[in-house]
């Protein structure tokens, strides 16, 4: 009788770690490669300046302005590594942005092997709330200018309505732009063909980023436009996900008709685009990113976003659907 | 104040009660005749969605009943139900996360239970059915109380499974907890602590009520 | 035709293994043995209540259980009543309630079968306590109302389990004369589980002993205890002296023959006036039996033994003496013999000699006083 009250309290035991360990999502680390090939190569970076205008009623207009142009350029000898002190710089970027920047942590590890980066991918909302909150934080990619405006303090105060300062003045850049699509499962069950098609009674169920994720804003902007937002909050056709990784998992699992995604999330779960959204529906989808004034790291944090502006990972972001923003 | 969470909940959480009093009493009924190795190895299994962690209870359920998984493509098939994103879906998570509670507490109420009296009413001449019914419930029925209560308030706060399963479609699937995790996301903070208040309120009626029914439990007994 | 029960049956437990064979007619048949040695789970699988592995059991020529042709007859259709050490009184129902359950199935007509059971009540001295809930009855009548129950199902056979265990005193030898002027009544079979053998002396006609889950042959009440063949039937009778023992065939070189046992641990050989079975392991000698020897003695007295008082008890109405043999091998209390008498006798023995702790005693026994034994 003990023998077995034993084993099974073993076997809830392992369950409850397994339980554990399957339900620690976040804090994902990027992959080491082996450093000590001693792989050589040469990256120099150089300064971007980008400037930009937002339109469209629900975004905020805020002209960004990066100074101080810099210029690092980093050696390495030949069969020699430079050994510099480890760091760990931490990134809290948008969950759209999980694959991409996941492959690039894995490049930047062979170009400075020193640097290790740990991400936290979420919806902008939300890591906007635990920076705020007191996080420990290097850098901040957002999937929409309002959430880094609500934390830079040189941004508008009808959107900073808190005072937040935590954006290192001048790190903050546009860095790729997106495109809101709608998609749908695996041969379009319910014959969705276009945003137009989801004021009619083909679309039973829809899934959308509630207001707080930055690709719900955009939605809730492309039907209002539509002018059929009112009538599916009516016949309670909206279902809502907590963050866009969320959204496209309803729709790759065909619990709903269609959701309203990212380019770039379509592309990554293999889903179908029917429809896309133009600029005169919900504005251009601009990621800036920026270091964070409250890093302990940040001449390692600057070097890392001038890293994100070069070809290497251009060309990894334009893999996904992502375009450059320049 | 839309009111359909409220309605959703308190529906979800009775319809699930009711699947696990029966179920609960019949598999700790039934079970505890078995042989050792099968009680203890049914024990195990019949335990696990109290253990774990209700998310991880969610996507095994979403294994199942999702719309591209086995049974849920059988059910689209054969009757056009979808299982999963529809207010019945919360009660498959209520009902499985609740159903351990009754289980247990049933279990223990019964191996409690004297014998004796069974086998009396036997001898009797007293059908099985109404010896369970007329005998070994009322006796057991502090426990079975204790169970049913417990099931149905963890059937009315359930998170976890039911926002896998039921998604928060506001009017259909939302139901009080899942309303106000979303109602905090946007901000809406006024709007989230009148739901709070809502649900302390009946969790403070449902506790009154156990309390009553137990006062008179005991001055019966005397 | 003759009210008979047949039972033989086997069931298997991790510590135990229950083998019990036998057979009742009418009257009341005594299960004789101590706590744990299956005696209840006899009556349980006879009642039906409990599966037996193996075996048969029969009542008047009807088979309950068989497990060679596959039949198990549930309890509902076998018609017994047991009654057991708690009465099993349903506490959730009304006295009167409890009473009717017996009923459900037999007398379907409300009406008739209160006023059955109001008869019933009436006549075990049950009235005006319909209302009440078996927690507020006394022990008696608790008792009182689940026999009632019992004997409204008009069973074909009565069983009772320890009936008087949870009482004693006055209350119990009330109890008790009340329930062999029931038992006179019915005209079934009855078997009567008790680890008492005076309430078995008293209640029983025959009995059957019960020793670790095997039982011994039924044999009349008063050749058990006078005549007991096994060393646990002995004991259940009440006897308090014991020695291991073997047939005596030499003593002191020379042929015996039949009649000598050699008391292994009381080291002394003694006669029994009767052949000795090859098979005895120990002799019994119950303490009445074991006589003072206070003066001088005859030269033919037979099975005298030396000994030394170890301890003097005083009982109620007895003078109980502990003495040990002079030639016993181990000075273990389990070889002390143990002598019953009256006070006054042994007032007497202390007027002619020494009786203190310590001091010789001689005692003697009657050869047909020792009780051969097997285990």
């Not at chain 2, 969790?203 to 439990?217: D, F, G, H, P, R």
Request: charged fraction near 20%; hydrophobic fraction near 40%; charge should be negative.
């Amino acid at each position: 009788m003990m023998k077995r009250r034993r084993a099974a309290a073993v076997m809830m035991a392992a369950m409850m770690t397994a339980g554990a360990l399957a339900g620690c999502q976040s804090g994902q680390k990027a992959a080491d490669t082996g450093a000590g090939s001693g792989a050589q190569s040469q990256a120099v970076q150089e300064s971007t300046e980008a400037v930009q205008e937002s339109a469209g009623a629900a975004q905020s207009q805020t002209v960004q302005e990066s100074t101080g142009a810099e210029q690092s350029q980093a050696v390495q000898e030949n069969g020699e590594a430079v050994q510099k002190e480890s760091v760990e710089l931490i990134v809290f970027a948008a969950a759209s942005m999980t694959e991409t920047l996941t492959e690039i942590a894995q490049m930047y590890k062979e170009i400075r092997p020193e640097v290790e980066i740990i991400y936290t991918f979420d919806s902008s909302g939300t890591l906007k709330t635990q920076i705020q909150e007191g996080a420990d934080c290097d850098i901040f990619i957002s999937a929409a200018q309002k959430q880094m405006n609500q934390l830079d303090i040189s941004a508008d105060p009808s959107v900073n309505t808190e005072g937040l300062d935590f954006v290192l003045e001048g790190s903050r850049f546009n860095l790729v732009e997106n495109k809101v699509v709608l998609a749908v499962p695996d041969n379009n069950p319910a014959g969705i063909t276009s945003y137009e098609d989801l004021g009619t009674d083909k679309l039973n169920l829809i899934c959308l980023g509630n207001d707080d994720v930055p690709v719900g804003a955009y939605s809730i902007e492309i039907l209002t436009t539509l002018g059929i937002l009112e009538q599916l909050e009516n016949d309670s056709k909206i279902t809502y996900g907590s963050n866009v990784k969320e959204v496209t998992t309803q729709v790759k699992e065909a619990s709903v008709d269609c959701g309203i995604i990212y380019a770039t999330d379509a592309f990554s779960a293999g889903l179908t685009v029917v429809d896309e959204a133009e600029e005169d529906q919900c504005g251009q989808v601009i990621y800036p990113a920026a270091v964070l004034n409250i890093s302990k790291h940040q001449e390692e944090a600057r070097d890392f976003l001038d890293y994100l502006t070069t070809d290497d990972c251009g060309a990894v972001f334009e893999s996904v659907g992502f375009s450059i923003a320049r | 104040m839309d009111w359909y969470p409220l309605y959703n909940s308190l529906r979800i959480a009775l319809i699930s009660s009711v699947i696990v009093f029966f179920t609960g009493i019949f598999a700790a009924y039934y079970i505890a005749r078995l042989n050792r190795v099968v009680k203890g190895i049914l024990d195990v299994i019949l335990t696990l969605p109290m253990v774990l962690p209700p998310t991880v209870v969610g996507y095994f359920l979403l294994l199942l009943l999702g719309a591209k998984r086995p049974v849920g493509m059988w059910f689209q098939e054969q009757f056009g139900i979808k299982l999963v994103m529809t207010w019945y879906s919360g009660i498959f998570a209520a009902a499985v996360v609740a159903f351990p509670l009754m289980y247990r507490t049933a279990r223990g109420a019964f191996e409690s239970f004297d014998e004796t009296l069974a086998y009396s009413g036997q001898t009797l001449g007293l059908s099985n059915t109404y010896i369970f019914w007329r005998i070994r419930m009322p006796a057991c029925r502090q426990g079975i109380l204790a169970g049913a209560v417990l099931s149905f308030a963890r059937a009315l706060g359930e998170y976890g499974a039911t926002s896998m399963l039921a998604g928060y479609t506001p009017g259909r699937t939302a139901t009080i907890s899942t309303t106000v995790y979303q109602l905090w996301r946007t901000d809406n903070e006024a709007l989230a602590f009148q739901w709070v208040v809502v649900n302390v309120m009946i969790s403070a009626v449902v506790l009154l009520t156990v309390n009553m029914l137990e006062e008179k439990n005991r001055k019966e007994r005397r | 035709m003759t009210m008979s029960l047949y039972v033989d049956i086997e069931k298997d437990f991790r510590s135990f293994h229950l083998s019990t064979r036998f057979e009742a007619g009418q009257g009341v048949m005594g299960i004789l043995g101590a706590s744990g040695c299956g005696k209840s789970m006899t009556l349980r699988c006879v009642a039906g209540v409990v599966k037996p592995d193996r075996g048969k059991i029969e009542l008047d020529g009807v088979t309950w259980f068989d497990s060679e042709r596959g039949i198990d007859l549930p309890p509902q259709k076998r018609r017994v009543g047991l009654l057991f050490q708690n009465y099993a009184l349903f506490p959730n129902m009304t006295v009167e309630k409890n009473l009717m359950a017996g009923l459900r199935t037999v007398e379907k007509d409300k009406k008739k079968a209160r006023a059955v059971v109001a008869e019933m009540m009436e006549r075990f001295c049950l009235t005006g306590l319909e209302r009440h809930r078996p927690s507020q009855l006394s022990g008696g009548q608790q008792q009182r109302a689940a026999l009632a129950r019992i004997l409204l199902t008009k069973p074909g056979l009565l069983m009772l389990d320890e009936p008087f265990s949870a009482l004693d005193g006055y209350l119990r030898w009330k109890l008790e004369m009340e329930l062999m002027d029931i038992l006179r009544g019915f005209s079934g079979t009855t078997l009567f589980v008790s680890h008492s053998r005076d309430e078995i002396y008293r209640i029983c006609d025959r009995v059957c002993v019960m020793d670790n889950g095997k039982s011994t042959p039924v044999a009349p009440v008063k050749t058990m205890f006078e005549e007991p063949k096994t060393l646990a039937a002995c004991m259940l009778s009440g006897c308090k002296n014991y020695s291991g023992a073997e047939a005596d065939v030499k003593k002191n070189g020379e042929e015996q023959g039949d009649g000598w046992v050699w008391a292994k641990d009381w080291g002394v050989s003694l006669n029994c006036r009767r052949r000795v079975p090859e098979n005895i392991t120990h002799i019994g000698v119950r303490s009445h039996y074991i006589h003072l020897i206070s003066g001088d003695l005859r030269k033919d007295t037979q099975n005298v033994m030396e000994c030394r008082i170890r301890r003097i008890v005083e009982d109620v109405f007895n003078m109980v003496v502990m003495v040990s043999s002079v030639n016993a091998v181990s000075d273990s209390s389990n070889a002390w013999l143990r002598l019953e008498m009256p006070k006054e006798q042994w007032e007497a023995y202390k007027e002619i000699a020494s009786g203190k702790v310590g001091d010789r005693i001689r005692v003697r026994i009657d050869p047909q006083d020792i009780l051969l034994l097997t285990s």
